[in-house]
């Protein structure tokens, strides 16, 4: 009997297989704001969430919810222009079926983006920053349940899950176009609410130089599917707490990836130009 979740999957494959017969090169989930940093490039597809089988639509702001398939930068591209989140009362599986969706279309690398908050002291709203790790204190894992073989084993290997040789690549090509760029752990966490200060504190305590509420879940399941990885976070604002002064709001996230989302558009642009990233790790 065939897992529930593959058969979703397979129906909106082959869907986006009719609109879009070549298999992308890379894909790329773009986060809070950053849609419209990328707006529609020119020469490709866009397909709307609502008619692709299966396919969850975010309903929060800042998120568009559609893919645009086409060339971009020389390569083969599939924007996700906005995600779902947990904290939507979206599923696991909902969360994480467009980059299992990107799996299946054979797409080898995934560049995930989000804005975050910055823990850590030296990061400053408006840094761009690489991921090196993260943290899961979301209370779920997208893997729970019957494993889909077809996509990886029962028990991944996430010590590399974010691909080193594409971070290095990344920290190549901003100091070509003097991008300023750290590097940190991310930590997930469940949200809608902000963080209070004190968990904050926690996290700073447990090593996190970053909070969102994203992210996570699709790294998992990419790792878990053998892509490469590259994790981009735009530190939008100061997390609870660092500066006692500051008050926390969606508006203020939107407005700071207005700001810099052309910046990080200018990277991942550079990244995609200066390959080879979607080779075997």
């Known amino acids: 009997m065939m897992h529930q979740e593959t058969e979703r999957l397979a129906r909106a494959l082959e869907a986006i297989r009719r609109i879009v017969p070549d298999v992308p090169d890379v894909a790329i989930t773009l986060g809070s704001g950053l849609s419209e940093a990328f707006s529609l490039p020119a020469g490709g597809v866009s397909v709307p969430g609502e008619e692709i089988p299966g396919f969850p639509v975010p309903k929060v702001s800042g998120h568009a919810g559609d893919l645009w398939i086409g060339p971009l930068a020389g390569r083969r591209v599939i924007l996700q222009r906005g995600r779902v989140h947990y904290y939507e009362g979206y599923s696991m599986e909902d969360v994480v079926f467009a980059t299992r969706l990107f799996a299946k279309l054979g797409v080898g690398t995934l560049i995930v983006t989000n804005a975050a908050g910055a823990v850590r002291a030296d990061i400053a709203a408006g840094d761009i920053v690489l991921l090196t790790d993260h943290i899961n204190m979301l209370g779920a894992n997208p893997l729970r349940g019957a ?5 990886g084993p029962r028990f991944p290997d996430l010590s ?11 920290h190549q090509v901003a100091a070509s176009l003097g991008i300023r760029v750290q590097e ?3 930590l997930a966490a469940p949200g809608p609410s902000y963080e209070t200060p004190a968990e904050i504190r926690a996290f700073r305590a447990l090593g996190a130089d ?3 509420m994203s992210t996570v879940p699709e ?6 599917a053998g892509m490469q990885v ?3 976070s735009l530190a939008t604002n100061e997390a609870a707490g660092v500066d006692p ?3 926390l709001t969606h508006q203020e996230v939107l407005e700071m990836t207005q700001r810099r989302g052309q910046e990080l558009r200018r990277l991942l642009l550079g990244v995609l130009q200066a390959g080879p990233i979607d080779e075997p790790q």
């Open 147 to 151: 494993n889909l073989e077809d996509l």
């Open 160 to 170: 590399r899950a974010y691909t080193p040789k594409l971070r290095a690549l990344a």
């Open 184 to 186: 940190g752990v991310y």
């Open 210 to 212: 970053l909070v969102g």
């Open 219 to 224: 790294v998992i399941v990419a790792a878990h």
């Open 230 to 232: 590259l994790g981009v």
């Open 245 to 247: 002064a500051a008050s």
